[in-house]
């Protein structure tokens, strides 16, 4: 099969107009930073605090909607063991949005951090942040390697382009425009993304739909024509584990700095909870049109395509349903279109994973560790550098697997199981401390091996109730990821708790406190101390105008 020339020249183009746009974002960006508004370290990660809400919206929508996000949707609703019930990631994302809007975008936007890391910096002190911050550092790595393989191999089918050459040419063109401007290019260039994506999604759908291989879907959602019905079933057996996959889904990406980043660039906290609440309603809506191109694959005779038999499922190649719909499925232009909208979806989700990464390292590592007297200029440099690196790092992965839904299944897994309780714990329990966050991440990394992982070949050494040998491989039934995370929270709190008792009562010697928790203990008290003695001065005025008043007597 040939190049597919106007397919290569209309990506050309694309990638022109948004290297030009964040070229002019990064203008915008120097303006803003030579009128003295902010520091440079700021404006360069965070758009200086000021991102209004019309393009917090667009941007927090834009780096969910990423190439994992459709082509995993697809996937999964195409995947005969799997179908509609499994394709949870619209509605996890929905339900992600609303528990941040609801309890993390105020407390981290009004305490003004840098990044979601920097709790930890200040409570927790440097050895275990950085331990944490590595952790972090892998699931952006793994962000950006999944949303490279949705467009690879999007790119490889329809254009006939080579799989390497593609995810290359697209991170190079993500890296560049992410160094030049920071956030402010990140941001704008989500716009025309995510406008893109709308677009080329819904107009690819109806010629998907009405191609004469397709049968009519809302027949084989419930029918066994080519393949098990596309809607899916949940057996009892299975229950647990979807409960498990939606709660990874949605509540892991709450221990990604991705998702803080957005809310931390935000000029006001009640911004950025309106920005959670927007994007609640808007990624579902952006998952319909995946959702009906695996639900089209599924009700294809593919014998009947160019495609033709066995199957795509058959042959291995179910995480490439989507392109392989638009290729052979919808008219030449149709399909170019479509992959417009991957490519879209791609950039916006590589450059947020590659800025986020990069203000973890550069904030909580370089100047907090390792160059506390770093000048700003370095700083900046610093940014750049890891862009690059973690733009390569993740570049590199693609080549290990081509399935986006088990990379982005893999990196919810390290944010939900690790991140998430750590989070959880250092913003809103009073008694957390380093020893229970370092015992408590051994004691989640531990549980979370002993149970095993089918998707890279562990197999279970601690298996729960429903643990089951199908063709060969140890499936559990039980939800173990989120038994995991629950562990690992619960391990945090009580060495916490131990921990704090141990040193404060004097059980265990002061000099062997290498993490200061005698010291936070009395800071802590010295500040409960005070704002108690504001409270009690607030309520005295409000007292004696009680006492002048009249009391409200109820009677029966």
């Not at 995810?167 to 560049?176: C, G, K, L, P, Y």
């Not at 049968?215 to 647990?240: K, M």
């Not at 996959?245 to 660039?265: A, D, I, K, V």
């Amino acid at each position: 099969m040939a190049l597919n020339i106007p397919g290569v020249a209309v990506m050309v183009f694309f990638y022109l107009l948004v290297l030009g746009i964040g070229i002019w974002a990064s203008f915008k960006s120097k303006r803003e930073a030579k009128k003295g508004h902010g520091d440079t370290t700021e404006m360069a990660l965070l758009g200086n605090r000021g991102i209004n809400l019309v393009v917090g919206i667009f941007t927090m929508t834009a780096t969910w909607v990423g190439g994992g996000f459709i082509v995993g949707t697809a996937e999964a609703v195409y995947n005969p063991s799997m179908g509609l019930i499994w394709a949870v990631m619209p509605i996890a994302a929905t339900m992600c949005f609303v528990i941040g809007g609801l309890f993390f975008a105020e407390p981290m936007r009004n305490n003004k951090y840098v990044t979601m890391m920097d709790p930890f910096q200040i409570k927790y002190g440097k050895v275990p942040t950085a331990a944490l911050c590595l952790a972090s550092l892998i699931s952006e790595i793994m962000w950006v390697t999944g949303t490279l393989i949705g467009l690879g191999v999007t790119m490889s089918v329809i254009l006939n382009l080579s799989y390497t050459v593609s995810i290359w040419i697209s991170a190079a063109v993500a890296i560049t425009y992410t160094l030049m401007g920071g956030l402010y290019s990140v941001a704008y260039t989500d716009i025309i993304q995510l406008i893109l994506i709308f677009i080329s999604l819904w107009l690819c759908v109806p010629f998907a739909m009405m191609g004469p291989a397709v049968v009519d879907i809302a027949e084989t959602a419930y029918n066994s024509t080519f393949q098990s019905p596309w809607v899916g079933t949940l057996g009892a057996d299975r229950a647990w584990r979807w409960i498990d996959n939606f709660l990874l889904l949605g509540l892991g990406n709450l221990g990604l700095q991705n998702f803080h980043q957005r809310t931390l660039s935000a000029s006001s906290s009640s911004t950025a909870k309106i920005t959670c609440f927007a994007a609640a309603f808007i990624v579902p809506t952006l998952g319909i049109p995946p959702i009906l191109l695996g639900a089209v694959a599924a009700s294809t005779n593919w014998n009947l395509t160019s495609y033709g038999s066995p199957s795509p499922y058959e042959r291995g190649e179910a995480g490439l349903i989507l392109p392989i719909v638009l290729q052979h499925l919808t008219p030449t232009y149709i399909s170019i279109i479509g992959i417009g909208a991957v490519a879209a979806a791609v950039m916006s989700s590589t450059d947020s994973a590659l800025l986020s990464a990069a203000s973890i390292f550069t904030a909580n590592i370089y100047r907090n560790i390792l160059r506390p007297q770093a000048s700003e200029r370095e700083i900046q440099w610093v940014i750049r550098i890891s862009v690059v690196v973690v733009g390569l790092a993740g570049t590199s992965l693609t080549f290990m697997d081509n399935s986006v839904l088990m990379i982005w299944m893999l990196r919810s897994d390290l944010t939900y199981t690790l991140m998430l309780p750590q989070l959880v714990c250092v913003l809103f329990f009073s008694v957390s401390n380093a020893y229970g966050a370092v015992l408590g991440c051994v004691v989640g990394m531990l549980l979370r091996v002993l149970c095993g992982e089918p998707l890279i070949g562990l197999p279970p050494i601690l298996k729960f109730p429903g643990c089951t040998l199908v063709n060969g491989v140890y499936i559990q039934h039980s939800p173990i990821r989120t038994i995991c995370m629950l562990s690992a929270m619960a391990a945090i709190l009580l060495f916490s708790y131990l921990a704090s008792l141990l040193f404060n009562r004097g059980l265990i010697p002061e000099r062997w406190d290498v993490f200061n928790v005698k010291a936070q203990y009395s800071k802590q008290s010295q500040a409960d101390a005070v704002s108690e003695t504001k409270d009690e001065k607030l309520k005295e005025p409000n007292e004696n105008n009680d006492a002048c008043e009249p009391m409200l007597e109820s009677t029966c």
